[in-house]
């Protein structure tokens, strides 16, 4: 799997929108972006995951570039309760394979 | 659906101790995750089952680590003789595989402290 390259720490003003780059740019053509966040003293919650589509749910948007080599997750309107590490982790899928591999993310702070 | 639960979540045990998690995963899940996340450090993938089978095992995985899934449901893992090294955080995930996406969904983990 690609290795990914993040900020070790950003700070967003509660309500603003917090945009997490991820930079990803050995990804092969079948391997997916994805996005897990973990907050202080639990397990990581996963948040979103693409190819090459953005995509967008009820947590959050991920804007992939359109060479594929790095991508932006966007909470819209970033809360206290958003404060956590996100970890962008590239993935193929399919196979026997199966396992997560987490690099070291981004502290996010959101501060009121 | 409660969601993955892991017991205990507390653990403190002497140095050269054997200790055993088990982790409930979501019913319906095929899929079940060990990880293991020190301090400051993301989780880092130690093995996985699909149903009852052992698919796969990280060379962080030494022989005093073991793991069963008997019957394709809870999971146990277990370490033999504890070393201070072994202190860490023990997540366990699990997923329903299919299509070949499966969104992990992890415990709330299990704190080992070794002294």
């Known amino acids: 799997d690609a290795k990914t390259t993040q900020p070790t720490s950003m700070d967003c003003a509660e309500g603003r929108a917090a945009n997490l780059p991820c930079n990803h740019s050995?990804?092969?053509?079948?391997?997916?972006v994805y996005w897990y966040r973990q907050i202080h003293s639990q397990g990581p919650q996963y948040i979103i995951h693409?190819?090459?589509n953005n995509e967008t749910n009820e947590m959050a948007s991920l804007i992939i570039t359109e060479d594929r080599k790095s991508s932006t997750l966007i909470l819209p309107h970033a809360t206290l309760r958003d404060t956590a590490v996100y970890y962008c982790?590239?993935?193929?899928?399919?196979?026997?394979?199966?396992?997560?591999?987490f690099g070291k993310g981004t502290k996010l702070s959101v501060k009121p | 659906d409660t969601g993955v639960s892991q017991d205990p979540r507390h653990k403190i045990t002497k140095r050269g101790q054997n200790v055993t998690f088990r982790c409930d995963p979501i019913s319906e899940h095929n899929r079940l995750y060990w990880y293991r996340q020190t301090l400051g450090q993301g989780p880092e993938f130690l093995t996985y089952f699909q149903n009852e089978a052992q698919l796969e095992k990280s060379r962080l995985l030494s022989d005093r680590f073991s793991a069963e899934r008997p019957k394709g449901s809870f999971s146990t893992l277990e370490i033999q003789r504890t070393e201070q090294g072994d202190s860490a955080m023990y997540l366990c995930?699990?997923?329903?595989?299919?299509?070949?996406?499966?969104?992990?969904?992890f415990g709330p983990g299990t704190r080992l402290t070794v002294t």
């Open positions: 982790i590239v993935r193929s899928l399919g196979g026997s394979q199966g396992n997560l591999i």
């Open positions: 995930a699990s997923s329903l595989e299919a299509s070949g996406h499966d969104e992990q969904y």
């Open positions: 050995t990804i092969s053509g079948n391997e997916y």
């Open positions: 693409g190819l090459k």
